[in-house]
């Protein structure tokens, strides 16, 4: 049974950083890309970062130059360290493994708020 357990959200003031972690079990975590979603309230689910199992990476807009995403195939992890937080980052953040209709995290929150 594919399992992803996320780690790391929580309550940040804007200007601050926040490290996303999701340990992947049940798969095998090298073959597939690797990514996290966010979801914010009466909002639509939308990409944030992803990896592929070549090492490309695909960002989103607005979240370039202050998140990067790294995966360790070793150790079956995804992380998301985000840096220059701003209140639009708001959301409940899902690890994913093989796209949209790949596997998916329980969701953890992340509130950028003073």
């Known amino acids: 049974q594919v399992q992803l357990v996320e780690s790391g959200g929580g309550l940040v003031q804007p200007g601050g950083s926040l490290r996303l972690s999701c340990a992947a079990s049940?798969?095998?975590?090298?073959?597939?890309?690797v990514g996290w979603y966010r979801q914010a309230p009466g909002n639509q689910r939308d990409l944030v970062a992803e990896?592929?199992?070549?090492?490309?990476?695909n960002y989103a807009d607005s979240v370039k130059g202050r998140f990067t995403i790294s995966r360790d195939n070793a150790k079956k992890t995804v992380n998301l360290q985000m840096n220059s937080l701003i209140p639009e980052d708001t959301a409940v953040y899902y690890c994913?493994?093989?796209?949209?209709?790949?596997?998916w995290g329980q969701g953890t929150q992340v509130t950028v708020s003073s």
């Open positions: 990896i592929f199992s070549g090492g490309r990476i």
């Open positions: 994913n493994m093989g796209g949209s209709v790949g596997y």
């Open positions: 049940g798969i095998i975590f090298s073959r597939y890309s």
